[in-house]
C-alpha cells in the first residue's frame, strides 16, 4: 500500500513540473498576427516607408486633429477672420482672435499633441534607419542618408512650430520608452532653436536637391527646403547675416525661380513647380468625401482649408 503511494505521490509530481514547464512555453509564445520591430527596417521600402509616416501629421485636419497651423498664426493677425456662424461658432479660435486665450485651448492642445505625434515618427526613423546596415542599401546606398535627412528635416520643423506658438518645449529628440521619462523638463527658446538648428544643418548635408528627386517623389524634404527652413529660423532670432547666406544658396542653386503667374501656384497643375520650395502633399480622393448641407463639402484626405475660407453662398466643392 506505501508503495502504491509513493508511486502515485511520484507520478503526481512529474506531472505538475510537466505542466509548469509547459505553461512556461505558452505564456511565452509569439502572438501571431502581430507585426513586430523586428519585422520592419530591414530593407530600403522599410526605410523610406518610415520618412513616408512622418510627414502624415503635417496633414492632419479633420476629427479629433483638427487644428490648422492657420488658425493660430493668420486668425491671431489681421489676414484672417475666425468666420462662423456666431460667436460660440469654435469659440476656441475666437478667443484666441481676440488674445484671450485659455489654458484649456483645445485648438492649442491638439494642435501641441499634433506636433509631438510627428517628432515621434521622426524619431522611431532616425534611430532605426540610422543602425540598418549599409549593406541593405547596396542598390542605392543614397537613401539611408537622404532618408535621415527628411527626417531631421521633418522633426526640425515640428519643434519650429511649436517655438513659434509655446517658446522653449520640452525636446523631442529621442524615443522615449519608459514612463519615468515622460515628465521632460521644459527646454528654453534658445535650447529649442540651437536643436533645430542642428538638424537642419545635418539634414543639408544629407538631402539632395530637388531635382535629383524622381517625379513620384516630388514634395519630399530637399536640401532647399532645409535651407529655408533654417533660413526662417535665423530670421526670427535676428542673425540676418547667417539668414542671407541660406537665402543665397537657395538662389544660387538654380533650382528654383519665380512663375510668371502667380495664381498657377495655386492649382493642381502648379503643384511642386519651380516656386515651391516645400508644400504638404494633399491628395484628392473622391471616396473619402461627404455630404454635407451644401452637398459635396470637401475631400477628408486632403486639405479641408479650402472648404473653411470658401464663401458661403456657392454649392461647388472647392468655392468654384
Known sequence: MKTQKYSLFILLAGLLGFLEVSCDDVIQYEQPAVTMLSDAFNTPTDAIASATASYVPLMWELGMTYAPEWWIGDVCSDDALKGGENLSDMSSVYDMENFKTRSDNDVLLTFYRIQYMGAYRCNVAIENVGTMKPEIFKEDPSIQKRVLG?????????????????????????????????????????????????????????????????????????????????????????????????????????????????????????????????????????????????????????????????PRWTNAPFGG
Do not use: C
Request: hydrophobic share 35%; net charge negative; proline share 2%.
Open 150 to 310: 527628411e527626417v531631421l528635416f521633418l522633426r526640425a520643423l515640428y519643434h519650429f512650430r511649436l517655438v513659434r506658438i509655446f517658446g522653449g518645449v520640452p525636446l523631442a529628440d529621442r524615443i522615449l520608452r519608459l514612463q519615468s521619462e515622460w515628465k521632460q523638463p521644459r527646454a528654453t527658446e534658445a535650447e529649442t532653436y540651437e536643436m533645430i538648428y542642428k538638424d537642419l544643418k545635418l539634414a543639408i548635408q544629407y538631402l539632395p536637391e530637388k531635382s535629383k528627386y524622381a517625379p513620384a517623389d516630388l514634395g519630399r524634404a530637399t536640401k532647399g527646403a532645409a535651407r529655408a527652413l533654417l533660413m526662417k529660423a535665423y530670421m526670427n532670432n535676428h542673425l540676418y547675416e547667417e539668414a542671407k547666406l541660406q537665402g543665397d544658396s537657395i538662389i544660387n542653386s538654380g533650382e528654383y525661380s519665380l512663375v510668371a503667374d502667380y495664381n498657377e501656384q495655386f492649382t493642381v497643375e502648379g503643384e511642386n513647380g519651380r516656386e515651391s520650395i516645400f508644400e504638404t502633399q494633399y491628395i484628392a480622393e473622391g471616396s473619402s468625401a461627404y455630404e454635407g448641407n451644401d452637398g459635396q463639402l470637401g475631400y477628408a484626405r486632403g486639405t479641408f482649408t479650402v472648404v473653411m475660407t470658401r
